[in-house]
Nanobody
Framework: QVQLVESGGGLVQVGDSLRLSCAASGRYAMGWFRQAPGKEREFVAAISWSSGATDYVDSVKGRFTISRDNAKNTVYLQMNSLQPEDTAVYYC??????????????????WGQGTQVTVSS
């Protein structure tokens, strides 16, 4: 059983930055998803285990950066220029399969407990 532990959420102002961290052991592609109140969980960003290839939802491109430090078994989501629409619970997830899209939550095997990000205007 893989345990994912997120940290770094909080309450910020519009335009501020936050960095989320997710501690996870094992050779998995990692993704970040978010869920706002009353909305479905949506894909935010993902990074492969080996090549470091990344994928982002269009709404965060140019503002968010996903990265990983395999030596520390940690994945990061640097979030800049935060907007009120970024307010959500953010979840990290681990995907074991090498194939398949990063964007489908159904393909992820393990999930963290979530961390709240609130952007106040």
């Amino acid at each position: 059983q893989v345990q994912l532990v997120e940290s770094g959420g909080g309450l910020v102002q519009v335009g501020d930055s936050l960095r989320l961290s997710c501690a996870a052991s094992g050779r998995y592609a990692m993704g970040w998803f978010r869920q706002a109140p009353g909305k479905e969980r949506e894909f935010v960003a993902a990074i492969s285990w080996s090549s470091g290839a990344t994928d982002y939802v269009d709404s965060v491109k140019g503002r968010f950066t996903i990265s990983r430090d395999n030596a520390k078994n940690t994945v990061y989501l640097q979030m800049n220029s935060l907007q009120p629409e970024d307010t959500a619970v953010y979840y990290c997830a681990a995907k074991a399969a090498l194939s398949g899209t990063y964007r489908s939550s159904n393909l992820y095997n393990y999930w963290g407990q979530g961390t709240q990000v609130t952007v106040s205007s």
